[in-house]
Nanobody, 124 residues
């Protein structure tokens, strides 16, 4: 199984980025997908998750970020708008079986697959 995240980069405050995560080696629509981020010296924290069908979404802080998925392309996206310097972090995608239990908001409950991360840097 491989989760390949991309789309990070350097952007000015107020700008936008769209992250992508392409999954391979798994039955994509059998997995809940999530995005987490980790700033230097800090813990990895939940950003967003989306159910296998895309019908249900979950956010740590709604309004600026939107998670979506395209099951035909085995891809999950994170659209990030109105970016702030405090959004600077490495962003990771993760996958867990749709049958798994435990809060989506805790990184420890995502025990199955993680991508390698993509750096997002927001300048002030």
């Amino acid at each position: 199984v491989q989760l390949q995240a991309s789309g990070g980069g350097l952007v000015q405050a107020g700008g936008s980025l769209r992250l992508s995560c392409v999954a391979s080696g798994l039955t994509f629509d059998s997995y809940v997908m999530g995005w987490f981020r980790q700033a230097p010296g800090k813990e990895r924290v939940f950003v967003a998750a989306i159910s296998w069908s895309g019908r249900d979404t979950y956010y740590s802080d709604s309004g600026r970020f939107t998670i979506s998925r395209d099951n035909a392309k085995n891809t999950v996206y994170l659209q990030m708008n109105s970016l702030k310097p405090e959004d600077t972090a490495v962003y990771y995608c993760a996958a867990r079986p749709r049958s798994s239990t435990g809060s989506y908001y805790l990184a420890a409950n995502w025990r199955d697959y993680w991508g390698q991360g993509t750096q997002v840097t927001v300048s002030s």
